[in-house]
């Protein structure tokens, strides 16, 4: 048999409630489990208001870091893959005018 561990007093097989922090080992009887789940519900909401102030939301100026990088990356691949296209043997004598000259 187990006890509750709010009040010590004695449970019987199918009876208690689970303590709704400590878990399912931590059992209370019906008298103690309503004040200690008032109670754990009013701490929820108290911490609640205070959920989106410790947690750094990104901004505005982050997002636009982010779209820039990705925009500079971009034009960095397009750069590179134009730049190998010129730089190949054969095309250089195309855009030179004196190249046939000797």
């Not at 059992?27 to 959920?51: G, H, I, K, M, Q």
């Not at 750094?56 to 100026?61: A, F, G, H, T, V």
Request: proline share 4%; net charge positive.
């Amino acid at each position: 048999m187990k006890e509750c561990v709010q009040c010590g007093k004695k449970l019987g097989v199918f009876e208690g409630y689970r303590h709704p922090i400590m878990g399912k080992q931590y059992l209370l009887c019906n008298s103690c489990f309503d004040p200690v789940f008032e109670s754990v519900e009013r701490y929820r909401e108290a911490v609640a208001t205070y959920s989106g102030f410790f947690h750094k939301e990104p901004s505005i100026l982050e997002d636009m870091e982010k779209i820039g990088g990705s925009i500079r990356n971009t034009i960095e691949r397009m750069h590179n893959k134009g730049s190998s296209l010129w730089s190949r043997k054969g095309n250089e004598n195309i855009f030179n005018p004196f190249s046939g000259i000797h």
